[in-house]
């Protein structure tokens, strides 16, 4: 199968798969969301206490192992890192936000779409908007550094938080968390979420399945291969929904999502300009992070903590709207990027000119000797 027959294949059976996880109990138009469920993950470690969004999610937990076993089958596991740990980590925070006021990562808003979520048109238009503000960035020299090889062990810590999760979904010891109400209580069974989640890991690590990347590589190269992925969810999601009889198009009373539309705006253009800076939306970085990218596993930390902040301190938005404080989170959260975003370009360009200058009187004291 060639690359472009492969991502479609890939978009095609995760756009299944998220039908068929809401059939069997995951709430509607949720089928798969990584920042709605890593939220839950984190209430489920009771590092928010919000009642409603508790519970370690098998999705993620089977993602991750997934795309870990696909990369070790491969030999593409490779532990790296070593860049820009604690700026990576405060623009997965700032993401979390922005999508946590949207009510959803860029694979949520394709999902909310297929269901008839027109309230996802604008976090989409807004997504394609963070990233094209992201752009001029990235041309004038923004890089976050290069992961450098490091000590193979590194790369496994990552997945061993992740089975340790497993194992505490399993036991389900006292001080672990589920929901018994709310959209944390709405759950496929867990053998199907977490089958679901190996399947859905291992086609997004073999096919680089990244909505912020194609919007990326759509603005700078004219290459459209990885938004074929997330077409092909759309399509087959979209079908589903139609043979199930949940596709209800319309703004209002959307499950799981407000109709304020600005900030369903701003709040994913917060995320996609903060995806594209650090190389990859949320999936991407879970499936990276997977691969023994430790950068990846600080910026999915930063994800996490982000959730936490944003339900402890009334950041995240409901059914009813986006709070003020959310609102202001969101604007502030823009701001800061931008600067992050100015300064990391400036620094890398004043390397750049003193590497350069370094060069030239290296070369003019040759040619005198």
């Given amino acids: 199968m060639n690359?472009?027959?492969?991502?479609?294949?890939?978009?095609?059976?995760?756009?299944?798969?998220?039908?068929?996880?809401?059939?069997?109990?995951?709430?509607?138009?949720?089928?798969?969301?990584?920042?709605?469920?890593?939220?839950d993950i984190t209430?489920?470690?009771?590092?928010?206490?919000?009642?409603?969004?508790?519970?370690?999610?098998?999705?993620?937990?089977?993602?991750?192992?997934?795309?870990?076993?696909?990369?070790?089958?491969?030999?593409?596991?490779?532990?790296?890192?070593?860049?820009?740990?604690?700026?990576?980590?405060?623009?997965?925070?700032?993401?979390?936000?922005?999508?946590?006021?949207?009510?959803?990562?860029?694979?949520?808003?394709?999902?909310?779409?297929?269901?008839?979520?027109?309230?996802?048109?604008?976090?989409?238009?807004?997504?394609?908007?963070g990233v094209a503000l992201g752009i001029p960035f990235l041309r004038k020299g923004f890089s976050l550094g290069r992961a450098l090889p490091q000590n193979k062990a590194n790369g496994y810590v990552f997945i061993g938080i992740i089975l340790f999760l497993?194992?505490?979904?399993?036991?389900?010891?006292?001080?672990?968390?589920?929901?018994?109400?709310g959209p944390g209580s709405m759950r496929a069974p867990l053998a199907l979420a977490l089958g679901a989640g190996l399947i859905v890991g291992a086609?997004?690590?073999?096919?680089?399945?990244?909505l912020a990347g194609g919007i990326r590589d759509f603005i700078l190269f004219r290459d459209f291969y990885l938004l074929?992925?997330?077409?092909?969810?759309?399509?087959?999601?979209?079908?589903?929904?139609?043979?199930?009889?949940?596709f209800k198009p319309g703004f209002v009373g959307q499950p799981?999502?407000?109709?304020?539309?600005?900030?369903?705006?701003?709040?994913?253009?917060?995320?996609g300009f903060c995806s594209v800076l650090l190389g990859g939306c949320p999936l991407r970085q879970l499936v990276s992070?997977?691969?023994g990218n430790t950068d990846s596993a600080v910026t999915v930390i930063g994800l996490m903590t982000g959730a936490a902040f944003a339900h402890n301190f009334g950041l995240a938005a409901g059914t009813k709207g986006v709070p003020v404080a959310g609102q202001a989170a969101v604007l502030i959260?823009?701001?800061?990027?931008?600067?992050?975003?100015?300064?990391?370009?400036?620094?890398?360009?004043?390397?750049?000119?003193?590497?350069?200058?370094?060069?030239n009187k290296g070369c003019a004291g040759a040619t005198l000797s």
């Fill in 333 to 359: 959260g823009l701001a800061v990027v931008l600067v992050i975003a100015f300064f990391i370009c400036r620094a890398n360009l004043i390397a750049r000119e003193v590497s350069a200058s370094g060069r």
């Fill in 166 to 181: 497993l194992i505490l979904l399993l036991a389900k010891p006292a001080f672990i968390f589920f929901s018994a109400e």
């Fill in 3 to 39: 690359q472009k027959g492969l991502i479609i294949f890939s978009g095609s059976i995760i756009g299944l798969l998220a039908i068929l996880l809401v059939k069997f109990g995951n709430p509607a138009n949720m089928g798969f969301c990584i920042a709605c469920f890593l939220r």
């Fill in 43 to 129: 209430g489920g470690l009771g590092l928010h206490r919000a009642p409603v969004v508790q519970y370690i999610r098998p999705e993620i937990l089977g993602l991750v192992l997934g795309a870990f076993v696909a990369a070790v089958a491969t030999r593409e596991f490779r532990s790296l890192g070593g860049s820009s740990a604690l700026t990576r980590f405060a623009l997965g925070f700032i993401a979390m936000v922005g999508m946590l006021v949207f009510l959803g990562c860029p694979l949520r808003a394709i999902l909310r779409l297929a269901g008839g979520d027109l309230n996802a048109l604008l976090g989409v238009v807004g997504l394609v908007a």
């Fill in 256 to 271: 799981i999502a407000h109709s304020d539309g600005l900030w369903n705006f701003l709040g994913m253009t917060l995320a």
């Fill in 289 to 291: 992070a997977s691969e």
């Fill in 203 to 210: 086609l997004a690590q073999r096919s680089r399945l990244c």
């Fill in 228 to 246: 074929y992925g997330f077409i092909a969810i759309l399509v087959v999601a979209f079908l589903g929904n139609l043979v199930l009889g949940n």
